[in-house]
């Protein structure tokens, strides 16, 4: 039999790979823009529902942390689907859960439909980062700094647009004309045209070879089908010890099952990846820092007597940082400086803005916004590169997705913890020097711990390589 070469087709680096990247860069905009925004509807909620400022922060929470969970679900689709599937149906999932606000009535309802925009986000993500992996490999960090700025784009115009809306139609009126704009995301996502798959290996048969074979079983093929041999009926009753281990074989099926399911999810990845793992503790710890501070930047403006308009405006100043972060990361990550030391650096921005906050004036809240939005931009788009150093390409999508469920840890307990000791001490300088203790803790593990566990992922490596050789050699 003759076989025709497998032709694998490479990310193309351009061409169509262009409106792909401007596409999931609006669908960032649109998606991620709407879950860091929250904080400008917060007053409105708390007044609504009549709930304390935890209950009230538990709303940005529930966003972030479904938008989080959802990415392991949103990978498998992903790989089996492709990314026009899974963006189409995170776009009509945000609708569903944006428009089911304007009937809601109570905060828990307001959750569950939150809950719903929040998945709806985690296939839009995923779909939006997946994509630009098959198209850039040359240019992907590049690429990726673009899309990723997407988010700053969202957040420089979403505040101003949600607060003239809130401003004109009231807070559900506001979410009601957003989830009309999020249908956008659908149309985005069509052009996610899925490269074409390499030829895979097909057997023809040489000139004059019989294809009567191919066509027609043979009757030893269907004796074996059927159980069966040559020899008679009898000889195909299973022994006793076959028995046996059918039936342990049978006992251990659904272990496999859920070990199956689990290795799916990227689960697996944590076994010999030490870096990895804790790479997503940090995570952890960044997005309950992150998320507290969205929430509560503009009620901490509000507190020092600054207008509506100007402190939902300190949203559109981290989103401004954000876009020239995101954009710059593209040129800051190079092999001379690495994703983990880009990754540092802008932690150490971040602990900075945190720190600038409690001066109590417009303006340091201002410089506090442009610095968390510049450290936060370039961080996001090296969290995808460090992702790929980390796990592989191979396992690029899962390792996302691993790292967005301790994401969504983050994104669930800042909020909850940050308005927890607000209600508590009634005083906006503790919370924000817990926001920048975390930071803090944050350098130190990627600065000291990150090498370490490098050294030692390493060594498990090779260890396993002379293993596997000596075994082999045996």
């Not at 828990?108 to 939006?128: H, P």
């Not at 988010?151 to 989830?179: S, T």
């Not at 370039?378 to 592989?392: E, F, I, P, Q, T």
């Not at 350098?443 to 090498?451: E, G, K, R, T, Y």
Request: glycine share 10%.
């Amino acid at each position: 039999m003759a076989k025709t070469p497998a032709i694998e087709v490479p990310p193309p680096d351009g061409g169509w790979g262009l409106i792909v990247a401007v596409s999931a860069h609006v669908m960032y905009a649109l998606a991620m823009g709407m879950l860091r925004c929250s904080g400008v509807f917060y007053t409105s909620w708390l007044h609504e529902f009549e709930t304390s400022a935890l209950q009230t922060a538990t709303i940005g929470s529930v966003v972030g942390c479904c938008s989080f969970f959802g990415s392991p679900l949103a990978a498998v689709v992903c790989g089996r689907y492709g990314c026009r599937f899974t963006g189409i149906l995170g776009g009509m999932v945000m609708v569903v859960g944006l428009f089911g606000s304007y009937w809601v009535r109570t905060i828990y309802q307001m959750y569950a439909v939150c809950a719903i925009a929040g998945l709806g986000i985690a296939f839009v993500i995923m779909a939006a980062n997946v994509v630009v992996i098959q198209y850039f490999k040359k240019y992907f960090t590049i690429a990726n700094g673009f899309v990723m700025s997407g988010v700053g784009v969202g957040m420089i115009v979403q505040p101003l647009l949600l607060g003239m809306l809130k401003d004109q139609y009231g807070w559900r009126g506001a979410m009601l004309i957003f989830a009309s704009i999020t249908g956008n995301i659908c149309v985005a996502a069509v052009v996610f045209r899925p490269l074409q798959p390499g030829r895979k290996h097909v057997e023809y048969p040489q000139v004059g070879e019989s294809r009567q074979s191919e066509e027609r079983p043979s009757t030893s093929a269907l004796l074996e089908l059927e159980g069966c041999d040559n020899k008679g009926r009898n000889d195909t009753l299973p022994s006793e010890e076959e028995a046996l281990r059918a039936q342990d074989s049978n006992e251990k099926a659904p272990l496999r099952c859920v070990s199956k399911v689990f290795s799916s999810l990227g689960f697996s990845l944590f076994r010999r990846n030490f870096r990895f793992a804790l790479f997503c503790l940090i995570q952890v710890q960044l997005n309950i820092s992150y998320a507290a501070f969205l929430v509560f930047i503009v009620p901490r403006a509000e507190s020092i007597d600054v207008g509506v308009t100007s402190a939902a405006t300190l949203l559109s100043i981290i989103g401004f940082g954000s876009l020239i972060g995101r954009l710059a990361s593209g040129c800051l990550i190079n092999p001379k400086l690495t994703a983990e030391v880009v990754f540092s650096g802008s932690t150490l921005t971040c602990f900075v803005g945190v720190l600038a906050a409690q001066f109590g004036s417009y303006g340091a809240l201002a410089a506090s916004a442009g610095l968390m939005g510049l450290g936060t931009g370039v961080m996001k788009s090296a969290h995808n590169v460090l992702v790929r150093d980390l796990v592989g390409v191979a396992c690029y999508g899962q390792g996302l997705g691993m790292a967005d469920i301790f994401r969504g840890i983050g994104d669930l307990l800042g909020p909850v913890i940050a308005g927890r000791l607000y209600d508590d001490k009634r005083s906006y300088a503790v919370m924000f020097y817990v926001i920048a203790a975390l930071f803090l803790a944050i350098i130190f593990q990627m600065a000291v711990l990150m090498p370490v566990l490098k050294k030692l992922d390493s060594a498990i490596r090779q260890n396993s390589k002379r293993n596997t050789e000596s075994e082999h050699s045996v």
